[in-house]
């Protein structure tokens, strides 16, 4: 094949992924809804609008404590006993963009329409 | 170096290859197999329970039938059990897990000063929690029948390691029942069981008590919910545990209403009346089902402030309380593995701190 | 001695050699490449610059070379630097970005090398999102995909246009 034609394909897929980031970007906030994610379960959801004063939560893993601060429209991991600590360099987020993610904890905290909790979530209910 | 020696170093340089992808694939598989959950949902001791296991495929089906075999010697009302032998006859040989669970009942007894006490079977009855046609006893009839609740009574030195042979003896005017403890009796017997088995991972509900095995199989602790007490549906908070029991004691469980009084089943051992201690539900994490479900018996009826004091001189287990009024106390050991949820969550939650300040 | 056909004449010393110096590179370009920050929150996406060793190793020493270059540098790597966790993650980039170099070996020219760098580096990052997808278990991950194709555009020219000028100033092998 010509190297013009090969030039030509990665130009459109270059501009077609261009296009599709700023599409993803600029979304509305989808939902304020922060859920978080052990393992893949959703084990909690905060929704964030609803929420008056700011407060913080552990959560436990066999694999170590993430301390989740939660305010008015957005979330953080605020510390983390885990080794690379990119879940606490991530910072607030505030929108359904970027998830928060804890890879060693199996940990992701993002933010949805709805909430994706139900009963399930838990392995099982003690009453 | 001769052609035959590069064959084989480039033969084994690719055998290498292959054996690392398929080590990494079988792991895959194995990992697969292990993170399979086997489930047995079936009723007993009066109620639905389940024992989930993963990676074995016969386990949870031979816990059903532990279960079963157990719930024969120890049910009350099975008139051909162990217990009710006993009650009827005053004095019986019973089976190695009968004699067990009565003798752990009596140390626990005496533990918590009678908080808890199996002898108290009569006064249960009274109120008519065992058949279902609900009353108020008088108070002469409860002053009579609390006469002979006193754990004391029950004799269990008849043991014969000879013949291998136990005997109980109770008062004549005491009958009684091991409701109280059984299912935590059960659930040690399920997971030692198991374990035995070599199951690494497993999680059992015995009509509400939680009981772990090691944890999930993906390296993560268990996930367990309590029920908020005030909304059935709801949950106060969960508990991420690693290998624990989880019990939950509760009025809000089984109870009738009469004349607008609530009346439940968890009775003052003191008073014969339902406890009325303040609290609305307490939780009992630890390593002993037996223990857990005795303790969270007797903690109900004991109330916030004596439940403190004994923590305090306890080292084998923690607790979740609500009070009637809907507040949430946890003791210091559960500080990280507590998360509150629904109507707790921006509730204030009190730590009870195990030393005496 | 056209060297792409040395597969089949065993482990000469000279063959080692070039082998072992492929590797250190990729090494040394490796751990470098683990001091640049990340691109995304989600840890063990790395931006791919190693790619480069095994787009000139496909096409000056062949496909087998390159091949054992790439898993030593995969596991040495990893281990080395620390964070096993991350092996998963280089295995997927690698090996997916290997097999695309692969395929466009037969239908470039050596001009064209650069092209394979870019495909090379697009699929390395997508075959990483795949990875943290599965692992996490969270399918929002592939949001990044627009990120990451064109991140992948970028490093791929740079690391295609370096493989590309080295590859045809290399006569040591012609």
Not at chain 2, 23 to 34: L, P, Q, V, Y
Not at chain 2, 194 to 220: C, F, H, W
Request: proline share 3%; glycine share 8%; hydrophobic share 40%.
């Amino acid at each position: 094949m010509k190297t013009t034609d090969w030039i030509k394909i990665i130009g459109i897929l270059f501009i077609v992924s261009v296009a599709a980031g700023l599409i993803l970007w600029f979304l509305p906030a989808r939902g304020k809804t922060a859920n978080i994610y052990v393992d893949g379960e959703c084990i909690k959801s905060i929704d964030l609008t609803l929420v008056s004063e700011p407060y913080e939560f552990t959560v436990t893993t066999g694999d170590g404590v993430n301390t989740v601060r939660v305010e008015k429209g957005r979330i953080c991991v605020v510390s983390s006993d885990c080794p690379d600590k990119v879940c606490v360099e991530t910072s607030w987020i505030s929108d359904s963009g970027m998830p928060i993610v804890c890879l060693p904890h199996r940990l992701v905290i993002r933010i949805e329409k709805v909430s994706h909790a139900d009963d399930n979530g838990f392995d099982a209910v003690t009453r | 170096m001769t052609k035959f020696r590069e064959k084989r170093i480039r033969s084994s340089l690719c055998l290498g290859l292959l054996l690392i992808v398929f080590s990494f694939s079988a792991c895959e598989g194995a990992a697969g197999k292990a993170r399979t959950p086997h489930t047995s949902t079936f009723f007993a001791m009066d109620t639905v329970m389940s024992v989930t296991v993963y990676g074995d495929e016969t386990a949870a089906d031979e816990a059903e039938i532990l279960v079963s075999d157990l719930e024969k010697k120890l049910s009350v009302t099975d008139e051909n059990s162990d217990v009710a032998r006993l009650n009827r006859d005053k004095s019986a040989v019973v089976s190695d897990d009968t004699y067990n669970v009565i003798k752990t009942s009596l140390e626990l007894s005496e533990r918590t000063d009678g908080a808890i006490d199996i002898t108290v079977y009569p006064v249960v009855k009274a109120w008519g929690f065992t058949t279902g046609e609900y009353r108020v006893p008088s108070l002469e009839e409860l002053g009579e029948l609390l006469e002979t609740v006193d754990h004391r009574k029950v004799d269990v030195s008849g043991e014969n390691t000879e013949t291998g042979e136990n005997t109980v003896t109770i008062a004549d005017d005491q009958t009684v029942d091991l409701g109280c403890i059984a299912k935590g009796y059960t659930g040690d017997a399920v997971i030692k069981m198991l374990k035995e088995k070599g199951v690494q991972s497993a999680i059992v509900n015995l009509g509400g008590n939680v009981q772990t095995l090691g944890m999930k199989p993906g390296g993560g602790l268990w996930n367990v919910g309590i029920t908020d007490p005030f909304d059935l549906s709801g949950y106060a908070g969960s508990l991420y545990v690693r290998e624990k029991c989880v019990i939950t004691s509760g009025g809000y469980e089984r109870y009738f209403t009469s004349e607008n009084v609530r009346y439940h089943h968890i009775i003052d051992t003191k008073t014969g009346y339902p406890a009325t201690s303040g609290l609305a539900s307490v939780t009992v994490v630890g390593d002993s089902g037996v223990i857990c479900d005795a303790l969270s018996t007797a903690l109900f009826a004991l109330g916030l402030e004596k439940a403190t004091e004994f923590y305090r001189n306890s080292e084998d287990f923690e607790a979740v309380f609500i009070t009637e009024s809907g507040e949430l106390f946890i003791t210091e050991g559960l500080r990280d593995a507590f998360t509150p949820l629904g109507n707790y969550e921006n509730k204030k939650i009190t730590v009870i701190e195990h030393e005496n300040n | 001695m056209n060297r792409e056909k040395n597969n089949n004449k065993g482990f000469s010393a000279a063959r080692v050699a070039t082998d072992g110096v492929l590797l250190g590179l990729a090494l040394i370009i490796f751990i470098v490449e683990l001091a640049i920050p990340p691109l995304t929150p989600i840890p063990g996406i790395k931006a791919g610059l190693s790619n480069v060793i095994t787009l000139f190793s496909m096409f000056t020493i062949g496909p087998v070379d390159t091949l054992i270059i790439l898993i030593l540098r995969i596991i040495l790597g990893n281990i080395f630097s620390g964070n096993a966790f991350a092996m998963v993650y280089s295995f997927a980039g690698g090996i997916l970005c290997y097999l695309t170099v692969l395929l466009l070996k037969k239908i470039l020219t050596k001009d064209q090398v650069w092209v394979a760098g870019v495909f090379g580096a697009v699929v390395h990052n997508i075959g990483q999102i795949l990875t943290a997808v599965l692992i996490t278990k969270t399918p929002a991950i592939f949001s990044y995909l627009p990120v990451l194709i064109v991140s992948g555009i970028i490093t791929g020219l740079f690391t295609g246009l370096i493989a590309t000028m080295s590859v045809k100033k290399v006569t040591l092998f012609k």
